[in-house]
């Protein structure tokens, strides 16, 4: 077969075939159909490639993201850039290989960071719909097959339910519980490795005490903003001092690694990251 079409192809990266040229007509159908009929599947269409990501654009003009747009997003999701520090937690604890469970995954850029640094399994464990869909989208346009994305409430999720994990994943959201010792002791039944990260009370801040089995722990309890994407679905939820929110776990056999300490202008002004283990 001759063609008039001035077909542009490129070989990005091993042995694939990209078209680079948009296809307009029959004529350039039949174009593509007859390269992919001498080449095989290797051959694919710039609009394969591109097309997927604008349902991305299409969620972000619909629903709120931590990123605005597509080039601030698409690093995280491809693996050029970390949500966290999961290039670290990663060297402390290998993921490679691993069952791991994950609460609030948010708009996926923390899954993603999961997924590139080689998680087995990953159960996303979300209440808000808006980013359980932004998550999804996520996990469909670059083929995650390996993710599992639930609706549930993060005090619903234990061992009892969900099963025993190498790691739970708990960054940014366990100061979004309204029953915070009902979630700890949720990721304790779920696993023997714990990553931590989120507000805790600053050293000046004023605290309460709330005592569980016979401990207190200071706690601050404070308003989430209702509605919005990042905030919790209760009403009330509470930041922990660090050195009580470690010791919860601590005293059931936890080898506790703080990896961050550091100020922060949201929530209570500080943020503390921990990886637990036993």
Same mark, same amino acid.
Request: charged share 25%.
């Given at each position: 077969?001759?063609?008039?079409?001035?077909?542009?192809?490129?070989?990005?990266? $091993?042995?694939?075939?990209?078209?680079?040229?948009?296809?307009?007509?029959?004529?350039?159908?039949? !174009?593509?159909?007859?390269?992919? +009929?001498?080449? #095989? @599947? +290797? !051959?694919?269409?710039?609009?394969?490639?591109?097309?997927?990501?604008?349902?991305?654009?299409?969620?972000? &003009? /619909?629903?709120? =993201?931590?990123?605005?747009?597509? &080039?601030?997003?698409?690093?995280?999701?491809?693996?050029?850039?970390?949500? *966290?520090?999961?290039?670290?937690?990663?060297?402390?604890?290998?993921?490679?290989?691993?069952? !791991?469970?994950?609460?609030?995954?948010?708009? *996926?850029?923390?899954?993603?960071?999961?997924?590139?640094? $080689?998680?087995?399994?990953?159960?996303?464990?979300?209440?808000?719909?808006?980013?359980?869909? /932004?998550?999804?989208?996520?996990?469909?346009?670059?083929?995650?097959?390996?993710?599992?994305?639930?609706?549930?409430?993060?005090?619903?999720?234990?061992?009892? /339910?969900?099963?025993?994990? &190498?790691?739970?994943?708990?960054? $940014?959201?366990? =100061?979004?519980?309204?029953?915070?010792?009902?979630?700890?002791?949720?990721?304790?039944?779920?696993?023997?490795?714990?990553?931590? #990260?989120?507000?805790?009370? /600053?050293?000046?801040?004023?605290?309460?005490?709330?005592?569980?089995?016979?401990? &207190? =722990?200071?706690?601050?309890?404070?308003?989430?903003?209702?509605?919005?994407?990042? @905030?919790? !679905?209760?009403?009330?939820?509470?930041?922990?001092?660090?050195?009580?929110?470690?010791?919860?776990?601590?005293?059931? *056999?936890?080898?506790?690694?703080?990896?961050?300490?550091?100020?922060?202008?949201?929530?209570?002004?500080?943020?503390?990251?921990?990886?637990?283990? +036993?």
């Amino acid at each position: 077969m001759e063609w008039d079409w001035d077909v542009d192809i490129k070989l990005p990266c $091993g042995d694939q075939v990209i078209i680079c040229s948009v296809p307009l007509s029959d004529e350039h159908w039949r !174009v593509i159909g007859e390269l992919k +009929r001498r080449h #095989g @599947a +290797r !051959v694919r269409g710039i609009q394969e490639v591109v097309l997927p990501f604008t349902s991305i654009q299409f969620a972000q &003009d /619909k629903l709120n =993201y931590h990123s605005k747009t597509i &080039d601030e997003i698409a690093p995280f999701y491809l693996g050029e850039k970390w949500f *966290g520090p999961i290039d670290r937690l990663n060297e402390l604890f290998p993921l490679e290989g691993k069952r !791991v469970i994950e609460f609030g995954p948010f708009d *996926g850029a923390q899954t993603a960071g999961l997924v590139h640094n $080689g998680v087995r399994e990953l159960i996303c464990i979300e209440a808000r719909a808006e980013n359980f869909i /932004k998550t999804l989208i996520a996990k469909e346009v670059f083929g995650w097959d390996h993710v599992r994305l639930v609706m549930d409430d993060m005090h619903n999720a234990d061992a009892i /339910k969900y099963g025993r994990f &190498d790691l739970a994943f708990c960054h $940014g959201t366990y =100061y979004h519980s309204i029953a915070p010792f009902v979630l700890l002791e949720n990721l304790a039944s779920l696993s023997d490795n714990i990553f931590v #990260g989120g507000f805790v009370i /600053k050293e000046d801040a004023p605290f309460e005490i709330a005592t569980y089995e016979g401990e &207190d =722990y200071r706690v601050q309890p404070y308003t989430e903003a209702e509605g919005l994407f990042s @905030a919790g !679905v209760n009403k009330t939820s509470y930041y922990f001092h660090p050195d009580d929110l470690t010791q919860f776990f601590s005293s059931r *056999g936890y080898r506790i690694t703080v990896m961050d300490d550091e100020e922060n202008e949201l929530g209570s002004n500080r943020f503390y990251r921990f990886f637990a283990s +036993r």
